[in-house]
């Protein structure tokens, strides 16, 4: 049976902006795409060089057409074939990373820990004299940053520099290798969390240009720590000590690649503690099970933190005071800032912004409560917090929202499909305000474009969020929300 209209027009916009984007990375380098100097036994880029401008508008002209492709999709009822999902992923293993150069971090930090160094107190920019050959090609602006990530991923980038050796493309390529199956995996187990959503699964994670461009196409290691979190919800909703015990070592697991990821078994031991409470059960019993969840968590999370050592967490202590330019608390900052000390205003700022994550979380949970049945709290949960915290918290990244892109097609059609279509709209500019990503090679315009992106609109987009978490929760308070079910 043929697709219908709506169905081919969708897939059409999505294959031309994830074409677009698999060229910008198979290009050489620009002001997207970061030098990672001989390819070694690694692919290379082809031989064609974009200027800032000509990457902008075909990262811009590649997001826009994925927004539309994504927008007109979410109802699709079919899930992509095969081959095309295969397609996409050998294809980003032929790219060369782009958005950011954090992957080249990332092989830094692998580095130094092969060799017998500390990559939570040594800079990159330092090690070795500044002359080592993968450390030396970390980008600006963290040269001189330690890493902020954990232990588990720290583990991850050591294996990739063991196996990519002292050529900087061929350890970065390792660790692409990673990130794409860790983007398949969370696909395989999204299937098995949503089973009657297979079509929007591939709309909103697999193929979404967004996601694709911003997270697996840039290497980043949250889509290794999503990969974790959903594999957790899947286990979560089994019953049992050994299933509690084994939810709570992957939850660790999460944690360990990225201590942000922790928010799954904080959303889990909730959302279990939540249901027994709504069914009457016996607490002592849920809270056997809430305590074995945490027993299987630090059997885990201990000993990697033992292998880390104490400074494990000492940069992210260091960096968790920033605020960056795509959130409303960068205005805040600015506008009312000067009347205190900085570093009392900060954290000012910082106790308002958590406030305020707590409360969008909330109005989340009010609108999703009732109209995903069966998906249970746990999850429900995750995506209220992980959403909260996307456009609440004083720092984002457009690739830290891939927990919320990897839990919407369970939601989708909830609210009458109105948060979906916010969450695309402020997915959509928050990716433009990263376009085209890095802090070097940038014409004038082409930064006054970015900035003006991230500086004005990316904070009005997060407000868009908040206004509709809102609006839906006041409606859901009224009985005015269609069911999930009525919306099928």
Known sequence: MPAPAGERRARALTATALVLLVGVGLAGESAAVPPLGPRGWAPGALAWTLSPAVVTGVLVAAYGLGAAGVWLGVRAQRAWPRWAVALLGLGALLTMPFGSADHTNYAAYGRIALLGGDPYIESPVAWAGGTDPVTSGVQPPWQETPSIYGPLATLLQLGAAWVGGDNLRQVVWVWQVLVVAAWLMTRWLLRRLFPDAHGRIDALWTMNPILVGTAVLGAHVDTMATAFMVAALVLARRRGTRWALATGVICALAAMVKVTAGVALLAIALGWLLEAHRAGSRPRSVLARVGILVLGALLVALPLQLWAGGSAYAQLGRSRRSISLATPWRQVYEWFGGHLPDATWRSLVFALAAATCLLLAALGWRVLRDRVPDLGAPLVLALSLSMAYAVGAPYVLPWYDQLVWALLPGV?????????????????????????????????????????????????AALLVWGALVLLARRATNGDLPSHDQLR
């Open 412 to 460: 989708a059609l909830a609210a009458g499909g109105l948060l979906t279509r916010v969450w695309l709209v402020r997915g959509l500019i928050l990716a433009l305000a990263y376009v085209p990503g890095r802090v070097v090679g940038l014409t004038p315009g082409v930064e006054s474009l970015t900035l003006l992106f991230r500086r004005e609109i990316a904070p009005i």
